[in-house]
Protein backbone atom coordinates (compact mmCIF):
# COMPACT_ATOMS: atom_id res chain seq x y z
CA UNK A 1 0.00 0.00 0.00
CA UNK A 2 2.95 2.26 0.27
CA UNK A 3 4.46 1.71 -3.16
CA UNK A 4 5.28 4.81 -5.28
CA UNK A 5 2.01 5.32 -7.56
CA UNK A 6 1.77 7.09 -10.90
CA UNK A 7 -1.65 9.62 -11.28
CA UNK A 8 -3.16 11.91 -13.80
CA UNK A 9 -5.87 14.63 -13.36
CA UNK A 10 -9.11 15.14 -15.16
CA UNK A 11 -11.92 17.13 -14.49
CA UNK A 12 -10.04 17.89 -11.03
CA UNK A 13 -10.22 14.55 -10.09
CA UNK A 14 -7.05 12.77 -9.53
CA UNK A 15 -7.31 8.75 -10.87
CA UNK A 16 -4.66 5.96 -10.29
CA UNK A 17 -2.76 4.41 -13.04
CA UNK A 18 -2.81 1.32 -11.79
CA UNK A 19 -6.45 1.66 -11.15
CA UNK A 20 -7.27 2.71 -14.38
CA UNK A 21 -5.28 0.05 -16.13
CA UNK A 22 -5.87 -2.94 -13.85
CA UNK A 23 -9.61 -2.31 -13.91
CA UNK A 24 -9.76 -1.88 -17.46
CA UNK A 25 -7.75 -4.82 -18.27
CA UNK A 26 -10.19 -7.28 -16.19
CA UNK A 27 -13.16 -6.07 -17.42
CA UNK A 28 -11.79 -5.98 -20.93
CA UNK A 29 -10.74 -9.91 -20.16
CA UNK A 30 -14.39 -10.33 -18.92
CA UNK A 31 -16.31 -8.88 -21.74
CA UNK A 32 -14.10 -10.97 -24.22
CA UNK A 33 -14.64 -13.86 -21.93
CA UNK A 34 -18.49 -13.12 -22.22
CA UNK A 35 -18.08 -12.24 -25.91
CA UNK A 36 -16.66 -15.42 -27.22
CA UNK A 37 -18.64 -17.81 -24.78
CA UNK A 38 -21.97 -16.37 -26.28
CA UNK A 39 -21.10 -15.89 -29.92
CA UNK A 40 -23.70 -18.85 -30.83
CA UNK A 41 -25.96 -19.04 -28.15
CA UNK A 42 -28.84 -21.83 -29.25
CA UNK A 43 -31.38 -23.68 -27.01
CA UNK A 44 -29.03 -26.48 -27.85
CA UNK A 45 -25.47 -25.30 -26.26
CA UNK A 46 -22.52 -25.56 -27.50
CA UNK A 47 -19.23 -26.31 -25.13
CA UNK A 48 -18.60 -22.50 -24.68
CA UNK A 49 -21.85 -21.44 -23.96
CA UNK A 50 -22.15 -24.37 -21.79
CA UNK A 51 -19.38 -22.87 -19.36
CA UNK A 52 -20.94 -19.30 -19.32
CA UNK A 53 -24.58 -20.83 -18.59
CA UNK A 54 -22.68 -23.18 -16.02
CA UNK A 55 -21.40 -19.54 -14.45
CA UNK A 56 -24.35 -18.02 -14.81
CA UNK A 57 -26.66 -21.33 -12.83
CA UNK A 58 -24.30 -20.97 -10.02
CA UNK A 59 -24.32 -17.41 -9.73
CA UNK A 60 -28.34 -17.67 -10.03
CA UNK A 61 -28.33 -20.27 -7.37
CA UNK A 62 -25.86 -18.37 -4.70
CA UNK A 63 -29.07 -15.61 -5.02
CA UNK A 64 -31.91 -18.32 -5.06
CA UNK A 65 -30.11 -19.75 -1.52
CA UNK A 66 -30.81 -16.59 0.19
CA UNK A 67 -33.40 -14.63 -1.46
CA UNK A 68 -37.05 -15.29 -2.79
CA UNK A 69 -37.31 -15.26 -6.65
CA UNK A 70 -38.93 -11.75 -8.17
CA UNK A 71 -35.79 -10.47 -5.75
CA UNK A 72 -33.01 -12.96 -7.14
CA UNK A 73 -34.20 -12.34 -10.30
CA UNK A 74 -33.70 -8.30 -10.24
CA UNK A 75 -30.28 -8.66 -8.68
CA UNK A 76 -29.25 -11.31 -11.39
CA UNK A 77 -27.14 -9.46 -13.77
CA UNK A 78 -25.50 -7.42 -10.96
CA UNK A 79 -24.71 -10.74 -9.50
CA UNK A 80 -23.22 -12.21 -12.82
CA UNK A 81 -21.52 -9.20 -13.70
CA UNK A 82 -19.99 -8.81 -10.26
CA UNK A 83 -18.83 -12.56 -10.46
CA UNK A 84 -16.92 -12.68 -13.48
CA UNK A 85 -14.79 -9.49 -12.71
CA UNK A 86 -14.06 -10.80 -9.43
CA UNK A 87 -13.22 -14.20 -10.56
CA UNK A 88 -11.13 -12.38 -13.52
CA UNK A 89 -9.95 -9.66 -11.17
CA UNK A 90 -8.50 -12.19 -8.46
CA UNK A 91 -6.65 -14.30 -10.67
CA UNK A 92 -5.47 -12.06 -13.31
CA UNK A 93 -2.65 -10.97 -10.41
CA UNK A 94 -1.15 -14.25 -10.44
CA UNK A 95 -0.04 -14.62 -13.91
CA UNK A 96 0.12 -10.90 -14.71
CA UNK A 97 2.03 -8.08 -13.26
CA UNK A 98 3.82 -5.04 -14.49
CA UNK A 99 5.66 -2.48 -13.35
CA UNK A 100 7.57 0.43 -15.23
CA UNK A 101 10.92 1.57 -14.81
CA UNK A 102 10.16 3.85 -11.89
CA UNK A 103 8.86 0.37 -9.89
CA UNK A 104 5.31 1.80 -10.15
CA UNK A 105 3.21 -0.96 -10.97
CA UNK A 106 0.93 -1.08 -13.81
CA UNK A 107 -1.00 -4.21 -14.17
CA UNK A 108 -2.24 -6.32 -10.57
CA UNK A 109 -5.74 -7.91 -9.73
CA UNK A 110 -7.40 -4.63 -8.98
CA UNK A 111 -8.74 -6.47 -6.04
CA UNK A 112 -6.21 -6.73 -4.41
CA UNK A 113 -6.61 -2.70 -4.21
CA UNK A 114 -8.19 -1.74 -1.04
CA UNK A 115 -9.84 0.82 -2.86
CA UNK A 116 -11.48 -0.98 -5.88
CA UNK A 117 -12.61 -3.73 -2.66
CA UNK A 118 -14.26 -1.42 -0.83
CA UNK A 119 -15.48 0.60 -4.10
CA UNK A 120 -16.98 -2.70 -5.23
CA UNK A 121 -18.66 -3.63 -1.23
CA UNK A 122 -19.85 -0.16 -1.35
CA UNK A 123 -22.13 -0.49 -4.37
CA UNK A 124 -22.98 -4.29 -2.82
CA UNK A 125 -24.21 -2.47 -0.05
CA UNK A 126 -25.84 0.38 -2.39
CA UNK A 127 -28.10 -2.28 -3.74
CA UNK A 128 -28.54 -4.27 -0.34
CA UNK A 129 -30.01 -1.07 0.90
CA UNK A 130 -31.57 0.15 -1.75
CA UNK A 131 -33.35 -3.59 -2.36
CA UNK A 132 -34.32 -2.84 1.48
CA UNK A 133 -35.91 0.36 0.58
CA UNK A 134 -37.43 -1.05 -2.32
CA UNK A 135 -39.03 -3.43 -0.67
CA UNK A 136 -39.84 -2.43 2.97
CA UNK A 137 -40.58 1.11 2.10
CA UNK A 138 -37.90 3.99 4.04
CA UNK A 139 -39.65 3.74 7.50
CA UNK A 140 -39.52 -0.15 7.53
CA UNK A 141 -36.39 0.01 5.99
CA UNK A 142 -35.07 1.70 8.98
CA UNK A 143 -37.28 -0.33 11.71
CA UNK A 144 -35.98 -3.56 9.90
CA UNK A 145 -32.16 -2.76 10.26
CA UNK A 146 -31.85 -0.72 13.19
CA UNK A 147 -34.63 -2.28 15.89
CA UNK A 148 -34.90 -6.05 15.16
CA UNK A 149 -35.68 -7.87 17.09
CA UNK A 150 -36.36 -5.21 19.68
CA UNK A 151 -35.21 -1.34 20.10
CA UNK A 152 -32.75 -2.24 22.43
CA UNK A 153 -30.76 -3.40 19.96
CA UNK A 154 -30.54 -0.28 18.01
CA UNK A 155 -26.42 -0.32 19.31
CA UNK A 156 -25.26 -3.67 17.92
CA UNK A 157 -27.23 -3.05 14.95
CA UNK A 158 -25.40 0.12 14.14
CA UNK A 159 -22.25 -1.68 14.77
CA UNK A 160 -23.37 -4.42 12.56
CA UNK A 161 -23.70 -2.36 9.75
CA UNK A 162 -20.40 -0.96 10.08
CA UNK A 163 -18.66 -4.30 10.63
CA UNK A 164 -20.21 -5.83 7.48
CA UNK A 165 -19.24 -3.06 5.26
CA UNK A 166 -15.73 -3.55 6.59
CA UNK A 167 -15.91 -7.10 6.32
CA UNK A 168 -17.15 -7.28 2.86
CA UNK A 169 -13.87 -5.63 1.72
CA UNK A 170 -11.69 -5.86 3.80
CA UNK A 171 -12.24 -10.14 3.86
CA UNK A 172 -11.70 -9.83 -0.59
CA UNK A 173 -8.78 -7.21 -0.04
CA UNK A 174 -6.86 -9.18 2.49
CA UNK A 175 -7.13 -12.58 0.57
CA UNK A 176 -6.22 -10.88 -3.21
CA UNK A 177 -3.80 -8.61 -1.68
CA UNK A 178 -1.94 -11.49 0.70
CA UNK A 179 -1.75 -14.15 -1.96
CA UNK A 180 -0.03 -11.45 -4.26
CA UNK A 181 2.68 -10.40 -1.50
CA UNK A 182 3.82 -13.82 -0.93
CA UNK A 183 4.26 -14.25 -4.23
CA UNK A 184 6.32 -11.23 -4.88
CA UNK A 185 8.44 -12.47 -1.97
CA UNK A 186 9.04 -15.74 -3.73
CA UNK A 187 9.89 -14.56 -6.60
CA UNK A 188 12.28 -12.04 -4.95
CA UNK A 189 13.74 -15.48 -3.29
CA UNK A 190 13.96 -16.93 -6.74
CA UNK A 191 16.20 -14.04 -7.64
CA UNK A 192 18.62 -14.47 -4.35
CA UNK A 193 21.18 -17.00 -2.91
CA UNK A 194 23.66 -16.17 -6.08
CA UNK A 195 21.01 -17.13 -8.13
CA UNK A 196 19.86 -20.96 -6.60
CA UNK A 197 17.40 -19.12 -5.06
CA UNK A 198 14.69 -20.73 -7.16
CA UNK A 199 15.04 -24.18 -6.60
CA UNK A 200 13.89 -23.76 -3.54
CA UNK A 201 11.36 -20.82 -5.16
CA UNK A 202 9.46 -22.45 -7.74
CA UNK A 203 7.97 -25.25 -6.37
CA UNK A 204 6.98 -23.19 -3.45
CA UNK A 205 5.60 -20.64 -6.03
CA UNK A 206 3.78 -23.72 -8.13
CA UNK A 207 2.05 -24.53 -4.59
CA UNK A 208 1.21 -20.99 -3.71
CA UNK A 209 -0.10 -20.14 -7.17
CA UNK A 210 -2.41 -22.93 -7.29
CA UNK A 211 -3.67 -22.21 -3.61
CA UNK A 212 -4.30 -18.58 -4.77
CA UNK A 213 -6.12 -19.90 -7.83
CA UNK A 214 -8.55 -21.87 -5.22
CA UNK A 215 -8.28 -18.74 -2.67
CA UNK A 216 -9.87 -16.35 -5.42
CA UNK A 217 -12.37 -18.23 -7.15
CA UNK A 218 -13.24 -18.66 -3.23
CA UNK A 219 -13.74 -14.92 -2.33
CA UNK A 220 -15.43 -13.93 -5.72
CA UNK A 221 -18.68 -16.41 -4.41
CA UNK A 222 -17.87 -15.80 -0.87
CA UNK A 223 -18.59 -11.65 -1.98
CA UNK A 224 -21.55 -12.32 -4.47
CA UNK A 225 -23.10 -14.69 -1.50
CA UNK A 226 -22.36 -12.09 0.77
CA UNK A 227 -24.11 -9.65 -1.02
CA UNK A 228 -27.37 -11.68 -1.36
CA UNK A 229 -27.18 -12.11 1.94
CA UNK A 230 -27.13 -8.81 2.97
CA UNK A 231 -30.05 -7.78 0.55
CA UNK A 232 -32.03 -10.74 2.45
CA UNK A 233 -31.19 -9.14 5.97
CA UNK A 234 -31.97 -5.36 4.75
CA UNK A 235 -34.74 -6.70 3.06
CA UNK A 236 -36.31 -8.82 6.31
CA UNK A 237 -36.41 -11.85 4.05
CA UNK A 238 -34.70 -13.84 7.08
CA UNK B 1 6.33 15.30 -3.27
CA UNK B 2 5.22 11.26 -3.63
CA UNK B 3 4.34 11.63 -0.21
CA UNK B 4 1.92 14.76 -0.84
CA UNK B 5 0.46 12.55 -3.78
CA UNK B 6 -0.23 9.30 -1.62
CA UNK B 7 -1.64 11.35 1.51
CA UNK B 8 -3.89 13.22 -1.70
CA UNK B 9 -4.83 10.23 -3.08
CA UNK B 10 -5.84 8.58 0.65
CA UNK B 11 -7.78 11.72 1.32
CA UNK B 12 -9.56 11.78 -1.97
CA UNK B 13 -9.91 8.93 -3.53
CA UNK B 14 -13.29 10.07 -5.36
CA UNK B 15 -11.62 10.28 -8.75
CA UNK B 16 -10.81 6.11 -8.42
CA UNK B 17 -13.82 5.21 -6.93
CA UNK B 18 -15.87 6.78 -9.56
CA UNK B 19 -14.12 5.41 -12.23
CA UNK B 20 -14.51 2.26 -10.78
CA UNK B 21 -18.31 2.28 -10.69
CA UNK B 22 -18.56 3.92 -13.81
CA UNK B 23 -16.33 1.17 -15.52
CA UNK B 24 -18.78 -1.23 -13.81
CA UNK B 25 -21.67 0.20 -15.08
CA UNK B 26 -20.58 -0.04 -18.44
CA UNK B 27 -19.52 -3.65 -18.09
CA UNK B 28 -23.17 -4.29 -16.59
CA UNK B 29 -24.68 -3.34 -19.55
CA UNK B 30 -22.21 -4.45 -22.41
CA UNK B 31 -22.72 -7.69 -20.52
CA UNK B 32 -26.09 -7.64 -20.47
CA UNK B 33 -25.81 -7.28 -24.00
CA UNK B 34 -23.78 -9.63 -25.12
CA UNK B 35 -24.34 -12.44 -22.54
CA UNK B 36 -27.17 -12.06 -19.62
CA UNK B 37 -29.94 -10.63 -21.96
CA UNK B 38 -29.10 -13.94 -24.50
CA UNK B 39 -28.36 -16.74 -22.17
CA UNK B 40 -31.82 -15.83 -19.99
CA UNK B 41 -33.43 -15.37 -23.28
CA UNK B 42 -31.98 -19.06 -24.36
CA UNK B 43 -32.32 -20.56 -20.58
CA UNK B 44 -36.17 -19.26 -20.42
CA UNK B 45 -36.66 -21.16 -24.16
CA UNK B 46 -35.36 -23.95 -23.26
CA UNK B 47 -37.36 -24.50 -20.35
CA UNK B 48 -40.61 -23.57 -22.21
CA UNK B 49 -40.03 -25.88 -25.03
CA UNK B 50 -38.64 -28.53 -22.25
CA UNK B 51 -41.90 -27.90 -20.67
CA UNK B 52 -44.11 -28.04 -23.86
CA UNK B 53 -42.40 -31.46 -25.07
CA UNK B 54 -43.65 -33.10 -21.71
CA UNK B 55 -46.78 -31.42 -21.99
CA UNK B 56 -46.93 -32.77 -25.56
CA UNK B 57 -45.60 -36.12 -24.83
CA UNK B 58 -47.99 -36.61 -21.70
CA UNK B 59 -51.04 -35.80 -24.13
CA UNK B 60 -49.59 -38.24 -26.83
CA UNK B 61 -49.33 -40.67 -24.38
CA UNK B 62 -52.93 -40.32 -23.19
CA UNK B 63 -53.67 -40.55 -27.16
CA UNK B 64 -52.10 -43.73 -28.04
CA UNK B 65 -53.69 -45.39 -24.71
CA UNK B 66 -57.01 -43.89 -25.55
CA UNK B 67 -56.60 -45.38 -29.58
CA UNK B 68 -55.75 -48.62 -27.99
CA UNK B 69 -58.19 -49.12 -25.36
CA UNK B 70 -60.50 -48.39 -28.65
CA UNK B 71 -58.46 -50.68 -31.00
CA UNK B 72 -58.75 -53.56 -28.50
CA UNK B 73 -62.62 -53.18 -28.11
CA UNK B 74 -63.31 -53.33 -31.62
CA UNK B 75 -61.12 -56.16 -32.07
CA UNK B 76 -63.06 -57.68 -28.95
CA UNK B 77 -66.35 -57.57 -31.04
CA UNK B 78 -65.07 -58.10 -34.19
CA UNK B 79 -64.03 -61.53 -32.26
CA UNK B 80 -67.37 -61.90 -30.95
CA UNK B 81 -68.79 -61.14 -33.91
CA UNK B 82 -67.09 -63.94 -35.89
CA UNK B 83 -68.16 -66.52 -33.62
CA UNK B 84 -71.06 -65.14 -33.78
CA UNK B 85 -71.00 -65.95 -37.37
CA UNK B 86 -69.38 -69.00 -37.35
CA UNK B 87 -72.09 -70.70 -35.37
CA UNK B 88 -74.68 -69.13 -37.51
CA UNK B 89 -73.58 -71.18 -40.53
CA UNK B 90 -72.85 -73.73 -38.91
CA UNK B 91 -76.24 -74.60 -37.35
CA UNK B 92 -77.55 -73.76 -41.39
CA UNK B 93 -75.45 -75.97 -42.65
CA UNK B 94 -76.49 -78.12 -39.92
CA UNK B 95 -80.25 -77.98 -40.83
CA UNK B 96 -79.23 -77.89 -44.58
CA UNK B 97 -78.09 -80.88 -44.77
CA UNK B 98 -80.73 -82.52 -42.36
CA UNK B 99 -83.44 -81.06 -44.60
CA UNK B 100 -81.22 -83.26 -47.52
CA UNK B 101 -80.97 -86.30 -45.45
CA UNK B 102 -84.21 -86.22 -44.71
CA UNK B 103 -85.38 -85.52 -48.83
CA UNK B 104 -82.89 -88.59 -49.76
CA UNK B 105 -84.59 -90.95 -46.85
CA UNK B 106 -87.86 -90.33 -48.15
CA UNK B 107 -87.24 -90.51 -51.73
CA UNK B 108 -85.45 -93.69 -51.46
CA UNK B 109 -88.37 -95.43 -49.09
CA UNK B 110 -90.47 -93.65 -51.97
CA UNK B 111 -88.56 -95.65 -54.47
CA UNK B 112 -88.57 -98.92 -52.42
CA UNK B 113 -92.16 -99.08 -52.11
CA UNK B 114 -92.58 -98.24 -55.93
CA UNK B 115 -90.09 -101.56 -56.92
CA UNK B 116 -91.90 -103.60 -54.11
CA UNK B 117 -95.47 -102.31 -56.00
CA UNK B 118 -94.21 -103.20 -59.22
CA UNK B 119 -92.53 -106.89 -58.26
CA UNK B 120 -95.65 -107.64 -56.80
CA UNK B 121 -97.81 -106.91 -59.40
CA UNK B 122 -94.96 -108.62 -61.93
CA UNK B 123 -95.48 -111.79 -59.87
CA UNK B 124 -99.26 -111.69 -60.03
CA UNK B 125 -99.27 -111.28 -63.44
CA UNK B 126 -96.52 -114.06 -63.92
CA UNK B 127 -99.05 -116.72 -61.57
CA UNK B 128 -101.95 -115.89 -63.37
CA UNK B 129 -99.83 -116.75 -66.74
CA UNK B 130 -98.25 -119.77 -65.30
CA UNK B 131 -102.08 -120.51 -64.29
CA UNK B 132 -102.94 -119.91 -68.07
CA UNK B 133 -100.76 -121.82 -69.31
CA UNK B 134 -100.95 -124.59 -66.69
CA UNK B 135 -104.91 -125.17 -67.99
CA UNK B 136 -104.14 -124.91 -70.89
CA UNK B 137 -101.55 -127.66 -71.03
CA UNK B 138 -103.53 -130.04 -68.55
CA UNK B 139 -106.47 -129.50 -71.58
CA UNK B 140 -104.20 -130.46 -74.11
CA UNK B 141 -102.57 -133.53 -71.96
CA UNK B 142 -106.57 -134.83 -71.36
CA UNK B 143 -107.55 -134.41 -74.64
CA UNK B 144 -104.65 -136.18 -76.33
CA UNK B 145 -104.95 -138.30 -73.43
CA UNK B 146 -108.50 -138.77 -74.63
CA UNK B 147 -108.07 -139.44 -78.31
CA UNK B 148 -105.31 -141.87 -77.99
CA UNK B 149 -105.37 -146.01 -76.57
CA UNK B 150 -102.09 -146.04 -75.60
CA UNK B 151 -99.79 -148.81 -74.08
CA UNK B 152 -98.12 -147.85 -71.15
CA UNK B 153 -95.25 -147.46 -72.97
CA UNK B 154 -96.71 -145.51 -75.86
CA UNK B 155 -98.33 -143.33 -72.29
CA UNK B 156 -94.60 -142.95 -71.30
CA UNK B 157 -93.31 -142.40 -74.58
CA UNK B 158 -95.82 -139.49 -75.31
CA UNK B 159 -94.97 -138.00 -71.50
CA UNK B 160 -91.95 -137.33 -72.36
CA UNK B 161 -91.96 -136.18 -75.85
CA UNK B 162 -94.36 -133.54 -74.39
CA UNK B 163 -92.36 -132.65 -71.46
CA UNK B 164 -89.18 -132.30 -73.78
CA UNK B 165 -91.55 -130.11 -75.94
CA UNK B 166 -92.30 -128.06 -73.21
CA UNK B 167 -88.91 -128.19 -72.33
CA UNK B 168 -88.24 -126.86 -75.55
CA UNK B 169 -90.80 -124.12 -74.90
Redesign the interface.
Known amino acids: M?E??S?F??LG????WT??VS??LA?TI??LL??G??RK???R?SRG?NV??YV?DFVRGILGDQLPGNLARSL???A??LF??LVVSNEMGLLLQVKTGADVTLIKSPTADP??A???A??SLMIAHGTGVKVLGFGGYLKNMFFKPYAAMFPLNVVEQITNFLTLALRLFGNIFAGELMLNLLAQLAFSLNGFGWIAALPLEMAWQAFSLLIGGIQAYVFVMLTAVFTAQLSGQE | M?LQ??S??KA??????????F??L???V???H???G??????D??AD?INSDLDGAEKKNKDAQSLFDQREKELAAGKEQASQLISAAKKTAKEQSDSLIQAANDQVAGMRKTAEQDADSMKVEAMNTAKKDVAGLSVNIASKLIQKELSEDDQRALIDAYLAELGQQ
Open positions: DPTTSLLTFTTVTLMVVAVLTVAIPQIELGLYFTLFLIFTLIM | MTLMEMPLGDMLFIIAFVLMVLKFAWPLTKVLERK
